[in-house]
């Protein structure tokens, strides 16, 4: 039989084609759900709005908005890849959703891609309007792009990291109960919308070290300090993020 008889030929589509088709399905998906746009939009804004208008916790610096933008901006990259992925993710794998994509010609990294561009878009547009609405109340960034950049990238893997370890080893329910407990927990003692050195000493040393401690600070050091390239929050962000990509590269379950 001559090349070309059946046209178009059947088969799998490109891999790069694929991905980004199963990223804009995740996107799509992500700006549909209430659920998701209350923890990634509406929580984020409202938290900015309000400590940024009204004197509630002593920040310490000159305008509220100075301290709480870069620390917002850290809770919306924790709200999407690690809280929103995490729920969206284990209840996927409770309803058999990345069972039957596993059988899909996509393979699961390439699912894992596809979830983490989609995670990236979402936090492109959650910068952008939280940016914004900073500006709009007089927040006057300055310092390098670069660093900021490199400051979000490698807390975005981070929080992913823990997001899909926990989705791949805890039952849907737990991880809904877990993620968004852990939400609060570090919206509290994150750095956040308290400054770190308003906790005791000891719990100073305990909470500089988390994920969101070390994106909010090395945010804060670079937006309203100016400083250059903040290493050590880099390092702990980098830490952070081998250890939880590889612990939900080798435990992470699709059933």
Known sequence: MSAGTYTPQPGAAPLSRMIVSQAALETRM???????????VVIPT??????????????????SVDFLAPGILALAVLSTAFTGQAIATGYERRYGVLKRL???PLPRWGLM?????SVLVTEALQVILLTLIALALGWSPHGNPAAVLLLLVLGTAACSGLGLLMAGTLKAEATL???????ILLLVGGGVLVPLDRFPDAAQAVLGLLPLSALSDGLRD????????PWGDLGILGVWAVLGLGAAAALFRWE
């Open 30 to 40: 992500l700006l549909r759900n209430g659920e998701q746009l209350l923890l990634t």
């Open 46 to 63: 409202l938290l900015l709005v309000l400590f940024s208008s009204v004197d509630i916790v002593d920040t310490g610096a000159g305008r």
């Open 102 to 104: 596993g059988t899909s």
């Open 113 to 117: 891609t596809a979830k983490t561009l």
């Open 177 to 183: 109960a877990a993620a968004n407990l852990v939400f």
């Open 222 to 229: 670079v937006l309203q300090h100016g400083a250059s390239t």
